[in-house]
């Protein structure tokens, strides 16, 4: 007789994990006492026979049927096998003798943690999946609706900013951002500049400039006065390149409102205008590029904070996909970004219109009459501008506040023979921008094989980060700093009139045979 003739049908010890949930048996192996749970959840959902606990504890879980006191004597026992270390059904009573007349819509069994597994692969795949393609993925497959509330037992993260937040990250932060000299814009939120100026944090003004941003500020500014056309005027305020345009402004603002002025007396000028920036925002007035990331991010504001952080990952790898495009561009030859070519070429043609003449050559100093522009033929458009190679000094100021050479020095350049890309500052040239993108993502691998660093603290759960009850917000709470694209207007079907629909058309109502 062959040794396999020997084997049970259903020895203990080499029967293979059970993937099968249509049928449960004596001997039926799981991983683990979830696996088992989940298995025989499955089972009674797909029977429509409910049961309930009867005991429960790390080693062993026994159940019955909910109609056990109807004379149903169906139960289950299971315990972790002290042999193998595995969970085994060690008792198994008959088939239910129980009927339900009426299925509900519902099932007992069919909770917040079933539901977790079932989803699992789902969210996964797809973090921003639906709710209602989750509650119909479980309807196919087990029969029963879900309510939107039970399929949506998750966490978000809602932690407040305050100074401590704030700090925590700018201290991390300062990990990767090692070197001095940073710019930092940001809006006037007090956690925001208690972090900043802080030294324990590493982005007080001796490493870092602190600069607010203009359209957060006019929108602050708008809060007090209520007038569009003010708060129009006072951006175009902190917009100003050369300091007398820059006055000029101000008394255009005052003609409107001589108070006003009095809401800006608490804001140090260098941190919301261009004109006193001293050229360390390089022409970046506001935070538009991270406030669209808000865009970005909107279908991730109701997920759980695992799928935040997938989004968040697979999201910077799709932005790094930009290699491609670096490609092309070397294949040109070009020199510089394409945001500083603009300017360069813009500036270029402009240089051939201004005079130029030398103060002192050795030491670089000149001054430069512009022509008049071309939109405005009056002489008082004429401007005389003092420039300095040696400081990369223009009063238009352009060229401080860009790190581009403005359209006078490249005048200047054009009349003694320089070469004014000899002053474009690092950061517009191609090679740096090549050096951006050239770390890599690596595929995160699967969980077995992460390394848990033996120092690692442990984690507590903090109550406050709990999910508060009702409906996830997927957005922000608009102001009027923030803009929609407006939707495209309905075109009736029937007399293809723009501005309402078939059902509001009322040519098609006079067309209408009277009932």
Known sequence: MNAVDDIQEHDPIIVPMVTDNTKLYTGMICENKEMMQHMVKCFAI????????????????????????ECCKWRLRAIMKKSHGLFEITKLSNQHTCFYSEL????????????????????????SISVASLQSMIKEKFGYHVSYRRAWDAFVVVEEESADSWGWFLRHLKQIVTHDEVCLVSDRHAGIISAVNNLDNGWAEVNCHHRFCLRHV????????????????????????QIRKFDKAIQDLMRINSRCMSFFYDIPIKKW?????????????????????????????MLSINAIAQITFFKCVSYLKRREEIKVVLERRDKYTGYALEKILKWSVRSSKHEVQSYDRSEGIFHVKTGRHELNSKEGNIQILRLSASERYCSCNKWQAFGIP??????????FNMNYEDFVEDYYKILTYVACYAPQFQPVPHEDYWITPTSMP???????LLRK???????????????????????????????????????????????
């Open 273 to 301: 205008t261009q004109a006193h920036d001293g050229g360390f925002q390089y022409g970046w007035m506001t935070t538009n590029l991270s406030e669209c990331m808000n865009g970005v991010f909107k279908g991730a504001r």
């Open 469 to 515: 009850s009702g409906r996830s917000k997927s957005s922000r709470y608009h102001n009027e700093m923030d803009w929609t694209e407006q939707s495209a207007q309905q075109r009736c079907s029937f007399c293809s009139q723009l501005g309402h629909n078939r059902w509001r058309c009322t040519l098609l109502r006079r067309q209408a045979p009277d009932s």
């Open 458 to 464: 442990v984690l507590l759960s903090d109550p406050s």
């Open 406 to 415: 403005c359209s006078h020095f490249m005048a200047v350049c054009s009349r």
């Open 218 to 241: 006019v929108s602050n500014f708008y809060k007090s006065y209520k007038f569009t056309p003010l708060k129009n005027y006072a951006y175009r305020v902190g917009c100003q390149f």
């Open 104 to 127: 509900s819509q519902s099932h007992v069994q069919l909770d917040s943690s079933m539901l977790a597994r079932e989803f699992f692969e789902s969210v996964r795949e797809k973090p």
């Open 46 to 69: 797909k029977s429509h026979a409910p049961y309930e606990v009867v005991e429960s504890t790390l080693t062993k879980w026994v159940i019955r049927c909910k109609k056990s006191n």
